[in-house]
């Protein structure tokens, strides 16, 4: 088994923090992509951050409250080995959305 | 997600002019067969920020639930026409009696789940579901209010003053005026003299909740932080006076901003209209 870690993805709109408000997995859970994550708020408005990933998560960062940086680590699933060498080509939806997404950090191991 | 009608106009127009609003007609992968749940966003929002980014259309298609979002006048994908009708709040109701029949939604029959219309407000949208569970009780068959005000805030809102701070930078005497304005101005999407007139709009219809009251089962909701938690009660009595069975909810630690992601709100509403 290998671990996946996934910053903080850029929430747009020059906005560079966000702050946990609920997190709607803990760690030993068996997520599916696109399983509701955690619910951030920034200056601006309310998210909820959908899975980019399925796997068992291992850790979390940040309680209810705490800041997180864009580009920070913000949860870390356990994957098989062989789904960790496909790193960062998470597959394409059927239409191309503007929905907040994920994406892989590469120098975790 | 199957059958995803994005940006599908709606084919007829109220009182002759096309009032341009985005409509955003979401199927569920499995129909649980129940009536559409008509999403109506807040003032400054747009159906995306308040329903979609939020996680609201995603859960509610996974309910099973037929979701119709739309964007209110000025806001988000939604044209910002000129005429000042156009941001009457009985002017938009009227559009959006007409977006529900065009999306499909039927008059309410015993006996049939598919018939009839939910809908689901935050805030101004609210109000606006409010009004229209009151005058459309042949169609309206549960309502779920967020962040429910019984006054309009915006109606207090100091036009004149915003539109010499637009012009020359006059600086804004009242605080709540001022604080509304800077929201409006954060997002891009916003067309801020279009919200100035839906504002003025506002002015000449003020909310007046004891005017018209829905009858039917109605779900309140509202951050504990939120103002309007305190207030909630006043609506409640008002329903349950007119004969609506009324359900409260007040979300522990969240404001008026933060409670629309809150997962025991969607769970709330999802339940309340699972009927």
Same mark, same amino acid.
């Given at each position: 088994? !290998? ?15 966000? *702050? ?13 992509? &696109? ?25 979390? =960062? ?48 | ?15 002759? *002019? ?8 979401? /199927? ?20 995306? #920020?308040?329903?979609?980014? *939020? ?22 994908? @939604? ?14 109701? !009227?559009? #959006? ?6 999306? %499909? !939604?039927?008059? #309410? ?6 018939? +009839? ?5 935050? @805030?101004? %949208? ?7 569970? !009151? ?5 309206? =068959? ?6 429910? &005000? ?7 809102? /100091? ?9 020359? +930078? ?5 605080? @709540?005026?001022?604080? #509304? ?9 916003? &067309? ?25 089962? $109605? ?12 207030? $909630? ?5 008002? %329903? ?36």
């Amino acid at each position: 088994m !290998a671990e996946l870690s996934f910053p903080l993805p850029d929430l747009g709109e020059g906005l560079i923090e966000a *702050t946990v408000l609920e997190w709607l997995v803990a760690p030993g859970d068996q997520v599916e992509r &696109n399983q509701p994550l955690v619910e951030v708020e920034t200056t601006k408005s309310a998210v909820e951050l959908p899975s980019p990933q399925a796997g068992k998560v291992v850790r979390i =960062h940040g309680g209810p409250g705490e800041k997180i940086n864009v580009g920070e680590p913000l949860i870390v699933f356990e994957v098989p080995d062989d789904t960790a060498g496909i790193v960062g080509t998470v597959p394409k939806e059927e239409a191309p959305k503007r929905r907040v997404r994920l994406s892989a950090v590469l120098d975790e191991d | 997600m199957s059958g995803r009608h994005t940006g599908e106009q709606h084919q007829h127009t109220v009182e002759g *002019t096309d009032p341009q609003l985005y409509v955003n007609v979401v /199927d569920p992968q499995d129909d649980a067969g129940l009536r559409p749940v008509l999403l109506l966003h807040g003032f400054s929002t747009s159906s995306k #920020l308040n329903w979609e980014d *939020t996680g609201w259309i995603t859960a509610l298609t996974q309910a099973g639930r037929r979701v119709i979002a739309v964007d209110l006048p000025g806001h988000g994908r @939604s044209g910002a026409p000129e005429d000042r009708d156009s941001y009457s709040p009985s002017r938009i109701r !009227a559009d #959006l009696l007409q977006i529900a029949f065009d999306a %499909g !939604a039927r008059p #309410l029959r015993d006996g049939d789940p598919a018939s +009839g219309l939910d809908v689901i407000g935050y @805030s101004l %949208g609210s109000r606006l579901a409010w009004e229209f569970g !009151a005058t459309q009780h042949e169609l309206v =068959h549960r309502l779920v209010l967020g962040g429910p &005000n019984v006054a309009d805030p915006l109606a207090a809102f /100091d036009l004149p003053a915003a539109q010499r701070y637009l012009a020359d +930078g006059t600086p804004i005497a009242d605080d @709540s005026t001022a604080g #509304l304005l800077k929201m409006a101005q954060l997002l891009p999407s916003n &067309n801020i003299f279009a919200l100035l007139s839906l504002i003025e709009a506002i002015k000449d219809e003020p909310f007046d909740p004891a005017e018209a009251v829905p009858p039917m089962p $109605m779900l309140l909701v509202a951050g504990e932080k939120d103002e309007r938690a305190a207030s $909630m009660p006043e609506l409640a009595a008002l %329903g349950s006076k007119a004969g609506a069975l009324v359900e409260q909810l007040v979300l522990p630690g969240r404001n008026h901003t933060n409670a629309v992601t809150s997962r025991a709100f969607k769970q709330g509403a999802i339940e309340f209209l699972g009927v």
